[in-house]
């Protein structure tokens, strides 16, 4: 599967942005996805992750309460709506999907749990 991510912008403190990922190759109901992101100087940290049926969810403590993730596997695409957001929250976001439906461990947060990676979208939010 072919993962792009896009959406990403500038946008004040307290805004609000709408990330989507396109799948293509294969149907996205297949794959468990996830978002991810990069901070300056950072590592790469969970953000949000989906099941196949999008029934459960798993959200980072930082973002819990103002990101949502949704997918819509008729479109084979899936969303970060990203609410509230703060300076903290600048970085480059990735999608990321694995065809296994449950992560060994449940480690829904890990890289390592997710085979297929996007290209990043740039989230710069000023202050």
């Known amino acids: 599967v072919q993962l792009q991510a896009f959406g990403g912008g500038l946008v004040q403190a307290g805004g609000a942005l709408r990330l989507s990922c396109a799948a293509s190759?294969?149907?996205?109901?297949?794959?468990?996805v996830g978002w991810f992101r990069q901070g300056p100087g950072k590592e790469r940290e969970f953000v949000a992750a989906?099941?196949?049926?999008?029934?459960?969810?798993y959200y980072a403590d930082s973002v819990k309460g103002r990101f949502t993730i949704s997918r819509d596997n008729a479109k084979n695409t899936v969303y970060l709506l990203m609410n509230i957001l703060k300076s903290e929250d600048t970085a480059v976001y990735y999608c990321?999907?694995?065809?296994?439906?449950?992560?060994?461990?449940?480690?829904?947060?890990?890289?390592?749990?997710?085979?297929?990676w996007g290209q990043g979208t740039q989230v710069t939010v000023s202050s």
């Open positions: 990321a999907a694995d065809p296994l439906g449950v992560p060994f461990g449940g480690r829904w947060h890990a890289t390592s749990s997710y085979d297929y």
């Open positions: 190759g294969r149907k996205l109901s297949m794959y468990r």
């Open positions: 989906a099941s196949r049926n999008g029934s459960m969810k």
